[in-house]
């Protein structure tokens, strides 16, 4: 089945137009397709090289089995995280700070400061495989996982932290607001991008309706009706400016289709 998304509405950085997507309602290889979630980390242009899928409501489940929680790939990250709080069960504090679903948390090893989704993970569920989380190469914002992601296997811990999840709150309130999808581009190693962005003279700079955020150098806001071209060419900018000024290659944490 084809679902037609308008990304200008369905995007968080509400930038795009009204694309054809494949819902896929069982598990298959379509390795011809470039499969997204909840399109908080994504700029997607008018023409993908790709044609684009997404995973139907039959993988947004949450369960405990033999002693594993199991989540499905569509499973948005507000669900996980009301789950572990009603079950009691702990490491799954941050998630709950993070807009998305399951496929995405894990395609991005996303989370905060040392909490990340790989830290509990067990195996994960692609067409045909169960790959333990010892054969896959992952890392800061990163894994190689280039399959569609239908389940995730965790371990399991009792004893939901409170305390982490107030700290947690605070390190977010001085989160920019406004259309974005969170960090544009990566920390470099030993470095963070924010600083370097605020080093070549871009924290607040605005053109076109886009820019970066004048509260964090490294958030790009959708201020008002922003093309993919304008973005690209924001992030272009960036990329130049910071490799001139410090010799320092960044790399886009947006995942641009
Ligand atoms: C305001 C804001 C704050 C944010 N803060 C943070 C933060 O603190 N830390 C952080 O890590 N991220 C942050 N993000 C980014 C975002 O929350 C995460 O990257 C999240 O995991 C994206 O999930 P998604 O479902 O929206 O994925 P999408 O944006 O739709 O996709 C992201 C990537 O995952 C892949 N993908 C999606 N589903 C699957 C699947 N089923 N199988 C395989 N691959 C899949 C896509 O191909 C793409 O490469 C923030 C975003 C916003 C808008």
Redesign the pocket.
Known sequence: MIKQIDFSKY???KIGTTLDVLIINEIDKYENY?????????LISNTPKKPLA??SKN?DYIKIEDNFLKIG??T??GKIFNFCKANNIKNFE?VG????????????????KSY??FNNLVSIK?YQNEIEKENIDYGY?YCN??????EATFNIEFGFDYQLLDELEKMRLN??KGH????CFKNPPNNFAGRLLENVGLKGYKINGIGFSDIHAN?LINYENATFEDAISMIDLAKNRVFEEFGVKLQA?I?I?
């Open positions: 995007s968080s950085l470039q499969i997204i979630g909840k399109a908080n980390n994504l997404i995973l993988f790939g569509a948005p990250t941050f700070k993070l807009p998305g679903c399951l496929g995405g948390m894990i395609k991005m090893n996303a989370g905060m990340e989704i692609t914002r996982i280039d399959e569609i992601i239908y989160q920019p974005s999808a969170g960090s958030f944490e995942q289709f």
